[in-house]
């Protein structure tokens, strides 16, 4: 039975043993979490290819036989199906899409011939909280209006830990804060990214009599009994 699906398996009257041929790349996929790619790290890759025939020693040929007769473990193809595990140490800043190549460690060439090459194919997972663009990390922040208007701190978990962030009084919604230098570290190149914070004060609904009662009273403080509202242009998009 052929083990290689297209490649029809070498008879004795198809000449002496496999063919010299090249062997065909391979790829794999890894998926990495945004942790995983923050930090660098080291992952097994499962890969399953061809190796070399142990039993004829990749020419195809039956051991102490006429090399017109096929190897009864391969076929006279000179490789078997092998399933392997790799070590694949990853970069800190490769993005989703990535390519690495490992030179050699695709399936083996029939007949002797060379060994093709494996590409690990990067995948970036969806982290709960963060979303990349480039190397900076994007996150939104929902804050109270009370917090937005007094001002408050609050800590954001970053991939170094915990970082304090202050919240200035009268921030509004729409503005965004930056933790320069918190981001994914520059794949080629010194530095890193940063977290850019976006900040959503959402507007309180359903007030009771009491805390209606106060805001009415902040809008006669303020001289917004009659608010003036004002037309201007839609923000740019980052």
């Known amino acids: 039975m052929n083990a290689f699906p297209g490649q029809p398996p070498r008879s004795p009257q198809s000449g002496t043993g496999a063919r010299t041929r090249t062997g065909q790349d391979t790829t794999a996929r890894l998926d990495l979490g945004l942790d995983e790619i923050a930090s660098g790290c080291v992952k097994e890759v499962v890969v399953d290819t061809a190796a070399v025939c142990g039993a004829c020693h990749g020419v195809g040929g039956g051991p102490g036989s006429a090399m017109s007769t096929p190897c009864h473990e391969c076929g006279g193809e000179g490789r078997v199906p092998l399933r392997r595990t790799l070590a694949l140490k990853i970069p800190a800043g490769v993005d989703d899409g990535t390519r690495i190549l490992l030179s050699g460690e695709g399936e083996a060439g029939s007949g002797g011939g060379r060994a093709g090459d494996l590409y690990v194919e990067i995948r970036e997972k969806a982290h709960p909280v963060f979303r990349r663009r480039g190397d900076d990390l ?50 080629r190149g010194p530095g890193r990214g940063d977290i850019v914070v976006h900040v959503e004060v959402p507007t309180p609904t359903a007030l009771d009599a009491e805390q209606e009662q106060l805001v009415r009273r902040l809008a006669h403080l303020r001289g917004e009994d009659q608010p003036t509202i004002r037309l201007q242009p839609p923000p740019a998009h980052p």
């Open 138 to 187: 994007h996150c939104t922040v929902v804050v109270p209006m009370t917090a937005a208007v007094l001002g408050t701190r609050f800590a954001l978990e970053t991939m170094d830990g915990p970082a304090e962030i202050d919240l200035p009084p009268g921030t509004h919604s729409g503005r965004s804060l930056v933790l320069s230098q918190h981001g994914i570290p520059h794949l």
